[in-house]
């Protein structure tokens, strides 16, 4: 079996390479006309130009699995600004698109936190709805939609967890089904389990993102290994191979902080189970150190017998 490793965003081997520059609310609002979308232009112009550096990167590294920042668009979302971040970019998208054709890229979004569907607040839903939309239309304009997933978790409790589960059901289905088709599920180091998640995920036909840190986190006195085929299952009808998600704890005091690189004998165990279940697989590494990590992560697993390092971050087990 292969596993493709990526990494989130920034790729910190090149020079300012950030592709989330960004202006504050508050700061736009402080400024001229002319002055607010020059200062909009620059940054999403940046961004894209730094979206596009990283993705030249993993190609030369053979990188093939990538995050894209959701934080390209600066105010994109903002209801007091609402500006037309497509037209003015149009060719940057593109290219962008095409890179990712081209070389078979694996690429995603992930919302941030406030972007989930179990609140109370019917203004939370409608706001989640509109940054959904925002990551699919960027999609759209690479002209990857289809090619490409939006990862969220389920979102907060309030206290409740059954009922909170109940208004995700009743407000993820207000998603257009389009936007809704390209979204994945992910469990999360805190709330809701493995268990809890890909309950959810079957209930909508939602490929489920298994995160092994935040599992060890918060297990729900779950084992993996009978869990496993339901994950892989959740995949069946999507067109990409199953992808999970994996990073380390700083520290035993810190557990669900991430360590800046990713400790091997850590990862060992989750690697074996799904070595054991023998299908390819993509794995999206999580840790502060990022592209580096991903890439010493590689090395230091190819030095195990029966692990052949067949790419950049690709191993073959």
């Not at 189970?273 to 890439?295: C, F, P, V, Y």
Request: with cysteine.
């Amino acid at each position: 079996m292969d596993i493709r490793f990526g990494y989130v965003a920034t790729a910190l081997s090149l020079w300012e390479a950030s592709p989330a520059k960004t202006l504050t609310f508050t700061r736009w609002k402080q400024l001229s006309p002319e002055e607010r979308k020059e200062k909009l232009y620059t940054a999403t112009d940046t961004n894209l130009t730094n979206t596009l550096r990283a993705l030249y990167y993993n190609i030369a590294h053979g990188i093939q699995v990538y995050r894209m920042s959701s934080s390209i668009v600066p105010l994109a979302t903002h209801p007091e600004v609402k500006w037309d971040f497509l037209t003015p970019f149009e060719d940057k998208f593109k290219e962008i698109g095409d890179l990712v054709k081209k070389h078979k890229l694996r690429v995603s979004f992930h919302p941030n936190q406030f972007t989930l569907f179990t609140s109370q607040k019917s203004h939370v839903t409608e706001n989640a709805i509109i940054d959904m939309v925002y990551h699919y239309q960027m999609l759209e304009a690479m002209g990857i939609e289809k090619q490409a997933t939006i990862n969220i978790h389920v979102g907060g409790v309030y206290g409740d967890k059954q009922t909170a589960l109940e208004r995700f059901d009743q407000n993820f289905v207000k998603l257009d089904t389009a936007v809704r088709e390209q979204v994945t599920l992910e469990n999360d180091d805190k709330t809701y389990t493995v268990m809890e998640t890909l309950d959810v995920c079957e209930r909508h036909g939602v490929p489920f993102v298994l995160d092994y840190h935040h599992y060890k986190a918060n297990t729900g006195d779950e084992g993996l290994e009978g869990i496993l085929p339901r994950v892989y299952k959740t995949w069946e009808k999507s067109s990409f191979q199953p992808k999970f998600h994996l990073s380390s704890p700083k520290s035993e005091k810190a557990y669900r902080s991430h360590a800046d690189y990713v400790d091997a004998e850590f990862a060992m165990p989750f690697i074996k189970l799904l070595q054991s279940h023998g299908e390819d697989a993509d794995i999206m590494i999580e840790a502060k150190a990022k592209d580096k990590a991903a890439l010493k992560l590689v090395e230091d697993l190819s030095a195990v017998r029966g692990f052949k390092r067949i790419g950049g971050a690709t191993l073959r087990i």
